[in-house]
């Protein structure tokens, strides 16, 4: 089965759709969303109709912190984040709202383990930047039955941890578009990247595909048109920070 | 596993004999099982005696040669055919390549020619740099390890300890460890540093001391203090074991071993150029001495290798574009000043200010230009005039970084040698004026640029003839213009010696 990893859409949904159109000419026969889909963005509420939709053909969407803060939107603003969760809670319908508030926040599906952020903790929002939180998450991770590989997204960056000679983990840098071969009998945590927020200096849109059969995860870039996602981010009326960071991938 | 019988089957593949029965495994000849002809080639199997219920290294370093295999292509290493579930029935099918191993050499009559040292070294530099062009470095290149084919082509072997840039390397380990073997492993790959493609290059410098002298110029440490010695120690000089080997041949090889990466050949394909070039080898001191370093140089060396931890490195492939070899088509006939002008400051554009990169400035002149009769016209003295010239041309490039060397080839098609230059010599790009003969001709040969753009082997850069306005209407001259600190002022007072006699190339 080829699986098609996104995270982190944040309310982008010319992003989103560049990366659904990529991915199914990838021959993607199911998609994984994991978390945050809404957040900064400014089509909150066209990304979560878009997935609801996908869902019936067997998508999966796991719950990340935005999802949670545009479902209860905090009271007083403390960080950049919250500026948006108020605005993004009023795009929501009240359905999609509560359709949102039943999110999970991990999925199980044989050697796969999804989570938005760490499953150390997945309702801490822990960030996996590093080999030491990766070896925490990926320790967390086997007390699920046969987990081989766990998913994640929350950092914004691709990268791909594994067992190497000896019992830490190694951290690698992917290069976009190339097969990896992840052989079942190693343990793998990758963190996907972000569909509608890149942060690593390129403005094209991350997500990753699993093909199980054949053992190998391949990290993908697609190019979109970020300019108009921005141009929406400043119609809305949102921080001009988040429009820039979109046409900087910063 | 144990040895299988022929006639066994495994997977598809029928075993027909065993050919190699090493410590970590046995390599078999098979066809395949169901009777279908092969893939147009032999195929050999590998199947590591080690299972995975073993956990040793030694099926993590089959893993990445199977990882690897897969992602190579080219002559320089044997095809890939099949690998098997690594868990269950790990095997390799891959291309059975015939040939002797570099070992055939060193066990053969000693010494060995200088020439079959060069011929091999060469064929070996090139396979290893089309090997770092893949973002591979194979980090274990000994005489084993490498078979030369009836052609005198090299193929590289058993890439159980290599490292691919675009993979996870499952064996960088987070405390790093030496992995390799101790006679040819480079001294960055002592602390732990692998991907680089320089280590490869001092396994070939090992193996071209070992054609030179029959000794091992590190012997084989058994302790890693014994490992970490290379780290500031110069093996003894060839020539002091072997006194008729040429220096130029010493000065190759000790670069090769220097302790510090960034003083070897930056990359493979400069170390092939050097080694097809002996009389443009740059010989210095490291080339003559027969003596010995001595031990005060060692000792400083030691102090600062005590130092030495280990240091990622880039793509293998982004190093070697970094280092370009730059080959410069310089016309002699019917050439204007603006022309050769233009070319000078194109080339020296695309050698760029980083050190390491090389020019070969070449000419191509007819056969007819040579008499075998006539003195004046002998083949050696018409080269010696051009290349003269040439180095006249090419002064103002010089860069204490940057490697010079000047060459003229003899055909009667232009293109065509200059195209075999810069394919034989792995050339990364190619230099030459859009038009290269003066305007009366040009309807003839303007085909020239175009035949050589069509089929060039790398980056071509034509440059357009721009000549600042005070140099127009001077005399086309192969030794003119300066192409740094070009001002008003040098344009006056350099005006005089452009009269001067254009010699063989005007």
């Known amino acids: ?250 | 596993m144990k040895l299988l019988e022929p006639g066994a089957t495994l997977d598809g593949f029928t075993i027909e004999e065993c050919i190699h029965s090493g410590g970590m495994a046995h390599i078999y000849r098979v066809v395949y099982a169901d009777g279908r002809p092969g893939p147009g080639f032999a195929m050999a199997m590998k199947i590591p005696r080690m299972t995975a219920g073993d956990g040793a290294e030694n099926i993590v370093s089959f893993e990445v040669e199977c990882q690897i295999m897969q992602a190579l292509h080219g002559n320089s290493t044997p095809r890939f055919v099949a690998a098997g579930d690594l868990q269950h029935t790990p095997y390799l099918v891959m291309e059975y390549v015939q040939g002797h191993t570099l070992q055939h050499w060193l066990d053969g009559p000693q010494p060995v020619a200088v020439d079959t040292i060069t011929q091999l070294g060469v064929a070996l530099a090139r396979s290893a740099h089309a090997l770092h062009q893949q973002n591979t470095v194979h980090l274990d290149l000994k005489p084993a390890n490498v078979l030369l084919r009836e052609d005198g082509s090299a193929v590289l072997l058993d890439f159980g300890l290599s490292c691919h840039a675009h993979y996870p390397d499952l064996l960088a380990e987070q405390l790093r460890k030496a992995v390799g073997s101790p006679a040819w492993i480079a001294p960055e790959q002592v602390v732990g540093v692998r991907g680089d493609p320089r280590s490869d290059v001092f396994a070939i410098g090992v193996m071209l001391y070992q054609l030179c002298t029959g000794e091992l110029p590190f012997g084989t440490p058994q302790t890693a203090a014994g490992l970490r010695q290379r780290l500031w120690v110069d093996p003894t000089p060839p020539r002091k074991l072997r006194a008729d080997l040429p220096a130029w041949l010493q000065e190759v090889v000790l670069r090769c071993l220097e302790p510090e990466a960034a003083r070897r050949y930056p990359s493979a394909a400069h170390l092939a150029f050097d080694l097809s070039h002996p009389t443009q080898v740059h010989v210095t001191q490291r080339g003559t001495n027969t003596v010995g370093t001595p031990f005060r140089t060692h000792f400083k060396r030691w102090l600062k290798a005590a130092g030495m931890h280990y240091q990622p490195s880039p793509l293998p492939a982004r190093q070697l574009q970094e280092v370009p070899i730059v080959m410069v088509a310089v016309p002699h006939k019917d050439v204007t000043d603006a022309t050769l002008y233009s070319l000078r400051e194109a080339v020296a554009r695309a050698l760029g200010t980083r050190p390491g990169a090389r020019l070969a400035c070449v000419t191509v002149i007819s056969s007819s230009q040579t008499s075998a009769s006539d003195e004046d016209k002998s083949e050696t003295n018409v080269h010696r005039r051009y290349l003269t010239a040439l180095r006249q041309w090419s002064q103002p490039l010089d860069h204490p970084g940057h490697q010079t060397s000047c060459h003229v080839l003899e055909s009667g098609d232009v293109a065509q040698a200059l195209l075999d230059y810069a394919r034989g010599n792995h050339v990364s790009v190619i230099v030459m004026g859009a038009a290269t003969h003066g305007l009366m001709t040009q309807r003839f040969v303007a085909t020239v640029p175009i035949k050589v753009a069509m089929d060039a082997p790398c980056t071509l850069i034509l440059v357009k003839q721009n000549l600042p306005f005070a140099q127009l209407g001077s005399p086309a001259s192969l030794n003119a213009a300066p192409a740094k600190g070009y001002s008003d002022s040098d344009a006056d007072s350099a005006a005089a010696p452009y009269g001067d006699d254009l010699g063989p190339l005007g």
């Open chain 1, 1 to 250: 089965m080829r699986l098609a990893l996104l995270s982190d859409i944040h309310g982008n949904i010319q992003a989103l759709d560049a990366c659904l159109a990529h991915a199914r000419a990838q021959q993607v026969q199911r998609f994984a969303f994991l978390g945050d889909l809404v957040g900064y963005g400014a089509n909150p509420a066209e990304v979560v109709e878009r997935i609801t939709l996908l869902t019936e053909e067997g998508a999966i969407v796991l719950k990340g912190n935005h999802d949670e803060m545009a479902v209860h939107p905090p009271a007083t603003i403390k960080t950049v984040g919250d500026s948006t969760a108020s605005w993004t809670h009023q795009q929501l319908s009240p359905l999609q709202r509560l359709w949102m508030d039943t999110l999970p926040f991990t999925h199980h599906l044989e050697t796969v383990l999804l989570v938005h952020a760490s499953a150390d903790g997945p309702e801490l929002w822990r960030y996996v930047y590093d080999q030491r939180a990766a070896t925490a998450s990926l320790n967390a991770a086997n007390e699920w039955p046969g987990v081989r590989y766990v998913f994640g997204g929350h950092v914004h960056l691709q990268t791909l941890y594994y067992r190497g000679a000896t019992d830490g983990l190694m951290m690698f840098t992917p290069q976009a578009g190339v097969p990896v071969p992840v052989p079942k009998h190693r343990q793998w945590l990758a963190t996907v990247g972000s569909v509608g927020q890149p942060r690593d200096g390129n403005p094209q849109a991350m997500y990753a595909v699993l093909d199980t059969e054949r053992a190998q995860l391949t990290f993908h870039r697609v190019p979109y048109d970020h300019y108009s996602a921005a141009a929406a981010i400043r119609r809305a009326g949102l921080p001009e920070f988040f429009a820039h960071r979109l046409e900087e991938g910063r």
